[in-house]
């Protein structure tokens, strides 16, 4: 149980169009889910918080227009990565926390989304 | 600002041997430990995790021992196989919300 998925795994696209990453929860329902970005080498760096049905909570430093969060359904979020240039370029991570554990604490990731732009 | 770092970047193993793997907070107010494993490409994996009224915990071949008084962390892995071989990070929270620490690149040599 607590599967997350992502989709694409891995996406090329231009600089300057958008790019739509999509995170499921596909046996439970999710009403936190968080967006990570990681470049190589390093660690993982929240970069917001989306609660179903009410705006995502950015972390400071993090461009609220250019990383669009949508989270309509209980088992859906999507970051979309507006007009992306090359150093947008990294791997995206998503994860959800359970509504039906409502512990702060446990999070389910998913398998990341490799974002290169070119 | 406060964060939370480990002390090797990497780390050579002998299979066979056990590791261990360190992590210094600075968050006075973090209540909740975990380690997790990332291998090339993947999502982090769950390890094991820890309360901040807890020194120690033990799991299936991983310890966390929590040193509260120097705010250290610590992973120990019995017997390291090959399959080990990943990034392992660190993370505590506070709120609700993870801070990774900086990773350590563990590498089983046969």
């Known amino acids: 149980g607590a599967v997350v998925s992502q989709h694409p795994s891995r996406v090329i696209c231009k600089s300057g169009t958008s790019v739509k990453i999509e995170c499921r929860s596909l046996?439970?329902?999710?009403?936190?889910m968080f967006w990570y970005r990681q470049f190589p080498k390093q660690s993982l760096m929240l970069m917001a918080t989306?609660?179903?049905?009410?705006?995502?909570?950015?972390e400071q430093g993090v461009e609220k227009d250019k990383f669009l969060i949508n989270h309509a359904s209980l088992t859906l979020s999507t970051l979309t990565v507006t007009s992306a240039h090359p150093e947008d370029s990294s791997f995206y991570i998503c994860s959800a926390r359970a509504t039906s554990r409502p512990s702060l604490y446990e999070q389910y990731f998913g398998p990341g989304t490799r974002l290169t732009v070119t | 600002g406060e964060s939370v770092g480990l002390h090797l970047p990497t780390l050579s193993v002998q299979e066979g041997d056990n590791s261990i793997i360190n992590c210094a907070y600075s968050n006075s107010a973090s209540d909740y430990f975990i380690w997790y494993k990332q291998e090339s490409g993947k999502g982090p994996q769950f390890i094991i995790d820890i309360r901040s009224n807890m020194d120690k915990r033990q799991g299936q071949r991983v310890t966390v021992l929590l040193n509260k008084t120097v705010k250290h962390l610590s992973l120990q892995i019995a017997a390291t196989q090959p399959g080990d071989s990943a990034v392992y990070f660190c993370a505590e929270t506070s709120w609700g919300k993870l801070q990774f620490g900086a990773g350590t690149q563990v590498v089983v040599t046969p």
């Open positions: 989306s609660n179903e049905g009410s705006k995502a909570t950015y």
């Open positions: 046996d439970f329902q999710a009403t936190t």
